[in-house]
């Protein structure tokens, strides 16, 4: 009956100031880690029409079938519906904002009209808001969050995070494995107290360095859970929807399994690894055969990674003040796949090109643009020396143009950059690492990690207007490392 263990831990207020006289500033606070794989997986309900309501309210939920917690839903749910479309649709969608906070709904990934991005200026504090657009892109696992300024943490964190799965005609000419043989899974780390509330008190260091890492590892919103599985092969949807944390995808033993698409849908070809990194806001979509198991359980992990240049001592502060369990780049399990000993038809054979994208042409690029991420002791997180302003245009591109983004990371901790309206593709990283599998395809969030400069290449076709940019880890963001740029 009772799941959970306690874990005291080092916790600091928000109100330290300084970084020097932190360590007097902590505060023991116990924490529930729940006992893996004791719970079966949930999947979030399904919203297929193209007209229809999100309400965001604050209430009680459960997580885990024991708390009830207090916290944020979109349509009474957590994780927050998933939205299925097809390209070519028109949505209509009327938000209404009951949370008691101002708030705005984004559409991470999609390409939509300045005015039905969710830039944070949008923002209504009650009332409602009315979305409509075209889907006029590839097939994806796309998503959606708020996005108000200083406040899109606190309302992810508190539940308010779904899919948003978009088809087309290339994609299901492949036949890909559906129905129950295709797994949305949403991946986000949480803090909850021993008497079970969802913890949101990011500290100074949080801010500043590691963003707010949690210790209770949530799928579909259920601890650590489990899912029944046969031998065959099986489609993962994976979003990393944690505010902070970055996870190394495996599974146990390093079976290999095949990534077939990014955030902007299919990859050209698809590619075969062991582990891959998924950073906050980035989706990974996978196939993997579980036939090729030799286990009856196989745990998906996420293993343990360097963070280059390591973030010194701020880093380390960082991490010891705030997450007590989980250190960014150290392993856990995240579920349990449970493999039944019943076969199904696994004749199913990809072909050798999964879709046909036409990527940006280097030549036609008209400009670079430097992009550095800093840290300045008196301002926190910038993008190029500067914290975010509602109303100052940072960058103005011209509609139509093809540009390369350097990202220049010059701070010591990593930053997962996003880029609204317009999928990119990375061209090169700086460093060893070079590019992951899912690089090879679309995206919209690119992870650049200390020291490293990545660029991408990109083509600006949204309409005209200003949209946001910013780091994905959304301490980050909402501390200011978001800027503004304007399509002309
Ligand atoms: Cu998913 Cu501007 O964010
Ligand atoms: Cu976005
Ligand atoms: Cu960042």
Redesign the pocket.
Known sequence: MNRKKFITKLSLGSGAIALAPVLSGCDLEEITVFDEFTLPLQFPNLIEDANFSITATNQEYKIGNEFQVSGFQFNRSYPAPTIKSRKGNAINVQFNNEIGQDSVI?W?GLVVPPEMDGHPRNVISSGSYNYQFMINQRAGTY?Y?P?PHRLTGEQVYKGLAGFFIVEDDEEASLNLPEDEFEIPLLIQDRRISSSGEIIYNPSMPEQMMTGFLGDQILINGVPTPYHNVKKGTYRLRILNGSNARIYNIAFQNETPFTVIGSDGGLLPKAVDVNSLLLAP?ERSDILVDFSRFSVKTASLQSLTFELPSGGGMMNGMGNMMGSGGHEQGSGFSLMEFRIADENIDTSFTLPYRLSESTFPDLNDAETTRRISLNMQMMQGHTINGKQFEMDRVDQQVKQGSTEIWEFVNESNTPHPM?I?AVQFKVIERTGNRGLTAAETGWKDTVLVMPGETVKAIMKFDAPKGVY?F?C?NLEHEDSGMMANFEII
């Open positions: 984004h991470h998503w969050h996005h806001g996003h609204h946001v910013h994905h």
